[in-house]
């Protein structure tokens, strides 16, 4: 059983789509180890109550969660985790990720994780990745043990800068990574 850590962002609009899929997982037969960032974990919004999502992830992994960077830091010297998978991934997380900046307990687990060259998993969610967040994913993309689930624009009409994962496509981006195959990251765009 492979163990995988699952590190969620504030992309809130995306929460219901990324929880069925770490269900996916946990089906499966991966074992989860569920991390939240400060914000994921703790702000209300009109998608939900806080509580509601930190009691569904506990229920889905049987876990309690990781969300301080204390709690983080054991993954990379314990080697606690074979992949990490981050989704929604921010275009905040994405800065931090591409200029080496570990303040948040997303942004240090993955630092930690990456020591033990194992791979992370970024499924972008981000108003901006036509954007300033272009620049991160790119850089992103040229480092050795990062693969990005497939994503594409969002809607072109109201947010024109914006890219999602297809979340779906989460557990075969980690079987892939986990046999170090990268699948092509930008999925076709149709123009409205």
């Known amino acids: 059983m492979k163990t ?25 037969g991966y074992d989860i180890v569920p991390i ?27 876990k309690d969660i990781i969300h301080t960077i204390k709690d983080a830091e054991p993954i990379g010297p314990k080697k606690l985790l074979d992949a990490l998978i981050i989704a929604p991934c921010t275009g905040n997380t994405l800065a931090k990720l591409s ?13 930690a994780h990456l020591r033990n060259a194992r791979p992370v ?26 693969y990005f689930v497939p994503f594409r624009q969002d809607s072109f009409k109201n947010k024109p800068c914006s890219c999602v994962a297809d979340f779906t496509l989460l557990e075969k981006t980690l079987e ?17």
């Open 99 to 111: 200029n080496g900046i570990a303040d948040t307990s997303v942004t240090l687990a993955v630092k």
């Open 121 to 146: 998993v970024i499924a972008v969610s981000t108003n901006d990745a036509l954007a300033n967040a272009g620049k991160n994913i790119g850089s992103l993309m040229n480092y050795k043990h990062t």
């Open 176 to 192: 892939n990574a986990l046999n170090g195959i990268q699948l092509q990251p930008i999925l076709d765009i149709p123009l409205e």
């Open 36 to 62: 939240m960032s400060e914000n994921a974990y703790s702000f209300d919004t009109r998608f939900g109550e806080a509580s509601f999502w930190q009691n569904e992830l506990k229920r889905i992994t049987k």
């Open 4 to 28: 995988v850590g699952f590190a969620i962002c504030g992309s809130f609009c995306t929460f219901k789509s990324v929880f069925k899929e770490i269900e996916n997982l946990v089906k499966a």
